[in-house]
């Protein structure tokens, strides 16, 4: 069974870009949440999506954003981009209140 | 609010020998908990995880790890090392049933563990 798929692997932006990255959940989990991973602040959750709908946000400023699409896969954009959004953001889906699988993640750097 | 503590930014042992990470917990309502395993340049892989029901919950590659609600624990052991287990380790707790936020996975900041010939 596939697992959980992000795209791309790796992307490198310049200051004051944007970003979107994609997230494609397990087949049959309808609920996708987004993590930010850096060295200093470790694991962090930026909001989860259940059914197109935002249910839950992290602490992050609001040129961090995302959505749902019906067929669960998801979408998140980071605006005006600063080198400090230099990360490694997964993504995570689950079915109920099963274990989250995660993805490989995307390594976004910022120049 | 929930908070995960882990003792420890880095664990070395030897091959063969007892692996035990350790995990503190705080949660205003009943937790789940869960160990996740990360490899260099990849996602986190989870190890097992605590819902209700026995304590002591076994998971992949030989782990086990037991919840210890008195000490707000869940401390990861296993009882032999191989050098396939070096990589970095994150507790996660979660909001369990009655929470209203269990979406959310708060995290650790993770042990590195090293395992040596």
């Known amino acids: 069974k596939a697992g959980v798929t992000q795209t791309p692997r790796y992307l490198i932006k310049t200051r004051g870009q944007q970003v979107t990255l994609s997230c494609s959940p397990i087949?049959?989990?309808?609920?996708v949440s987004w993590y930010q991973q850096t060295p200093g602040q470790g694991l962090q959750f930026l909001f989860e999506?259940?059914?197109?709908?935002?249910?839950n946000k992290g602490n992050f400023p609001g040129r961090f954003s995302g959505r749902q699409f019906s067929n669960s896969r998801s979408e998140m954009n980071v605006s005006t981009l600063e080198l400090g959004d230099s990360a490694l953001y997964l993504c995570a889906s689950r079915r109920d209140r099963e274990g989250y699988t995660f993805g490989s993640g995307t390594r976004l750097t910022v120049v | 609010a929930q908070s995960v503590t882990q003792l420890g930014s880095h664990v070395s042992v030897s091959e063969g020998a007892l692996v035990l990470l350790r995990c503190n917990y705080s949660s205003s309502v009943p937790p789940y908990l869960f160990w996740y395993v990360q490899y260099p340049n990849q996602g986190l892989q989870l190890l097992l995880k605590?819902?209700?029901?026995?304590?002591l919950v076994k998971g992949i590659n030989g782990f086990e790890a037991e919840f210890k609600k008195s000490e707000t624990s869940f401390h990861l052991t296993k009882p032999s090392a191989h050098m396939s287990d070096a990589a970095e380790y994150f507790c996660?707790?979660?909001?369990?049933?009655?929470?209203?936020?269990?979406?959310?996975?708060?995290f650790g900041q993770g042990t590195i563990l090293t395992v040596h010939p």
């Open positions: 605590y819902t209700t029901g026995a304590t």
């Open positions: 087949s049959g989990h309808r609920s």
């Open positions: 999506y259940f059914s197109e709908t935002q249910r």
């Open positions: 996660a707790v979660t909001e369990g049933a009655g929470g209203t936020s269990y979406g959310k996975l708060t």
